[in-house]
């Protein structure tokens, strides 16, 4: 055996190891954590129209402001980033479960690693004191990365293609929840009748949930897009605000809202059931 063979079988037997394996289930308590603090956010928005903000930078600050705070957003922070270095292993060494070494669930495992990478660096920058990292309006973001891409040639292509990727990212994750796709990544066998039932309504529930504002994302981006216009695109708060304008009014923002909490609830499910 060579020592680049020894490397990678080494490297693999790392990527499989126990603390990946914990890093990944702390990662998912963290994911809960902020989605449940976001769906919070939206509900209380739908019904007193606040004016804060339902996104990360919204999340964040409420934990902020709690007596532990400090400790939570590094908690968070850390989560997040045992989330991308699972997420990275799985890209270069392949998935638990039938089909893992699939390229197209590295190729996904990847981007996913870069998602959870970019956000444990927002969050843990927040939490020593670079307030503006972590958060500042998505919204604001959005149309300044938006700007920025219009000015580049061929602006509303790129614009377009990101928006493109959302609103493909949302349909995915809502049809993944309506057709239970996430079954086959829980230890479903070993799980009881209520504990099944339990991940089925949170799963199906929240992945609609959360495909709806990242649908919303890809629209508002296309029509960006299209308009030549950087106001036009929205962030995570404006996005999960916008259902309120639809004609069902502040009831679909509230069914919306009720999904991205059930989607947090989904996430601290997936810590124990989870096949990692």
Do not use: N
Not at 39 to 50: D, E, F, H, S
Request: hydrophobic residues 50%.
């Amino acid at each position: 055996m060579t020592t680049s063979e020894s490397s990678r079988i080494a490297a693999r037997r790392v990527a499989r190891g126990d603390v990946v394996r914990i890093g990944a289930r702390v990662g998912f308590a963290a994911r809960g954590v902020l989605y449940l603090l976001v769906g919070v956010l939206a509900v209380r928005i739908a019904l007193t129209g606040t004016g804060e903000q339902a996104d990360r930078g919204g999340a964040l600050a409420e934990v902020a402001a709690t007596p532990f705070g400090a400790v939570v957003l590094w908690a968070l922070g850390i989560g997040l980033a045992g989330m991308a270095v699972w997420r990275l292993s799985e890209a270069l060494f392949g998935a638990a479960g039938r089909g893992g070494d699939g390229a197209g669930k590295r190729v996904a495992s990847g981007a996913r690693f870069v998602f959870y990478g970019v956000s444990s660096f927002l969050v843990l920058a927040f939490a020593v004191g670079r307030r503006g990292s972590g958060a500042g309006s998505t919204d604001q973001q959005s149309r300044d990365i938006t700007g920025r891409l219009l000015e580049l040639p061929g602006g509303p292509w790129w614009v377009g293609a990101a928006a493109a990727g959302f609103l493909g990212a949302g349909l995915w994750m809502a049809g993944r929840a309506v057709m239970r796709s996430y079954r086959k990544h829980l230890v479903w066998g070993r799980m009881s009748a209520s504990q099944r039932r339990f991940m089925d309504v949170t799963g199906i529930a929240g992945g609609v949930g959360r495909g709806a504002v990242f649908g919303a994302i890809g629209y508002f981006g296309l029509r960006a897009a299209v308009t030549f216009d950087p106001k036009e695109s929205k962030g995570m708060d404006d996005a999960i605000r916008s259902f309120a304008q639809t004609p069902a009014g502040p009831w679909l923002l509230v069914a919306v809202a009720v999904g991205l909490v059930l989607f947090g609830l989904f996430s601290f499910g997936q810590v124990k059931w989870r096949d990692v």
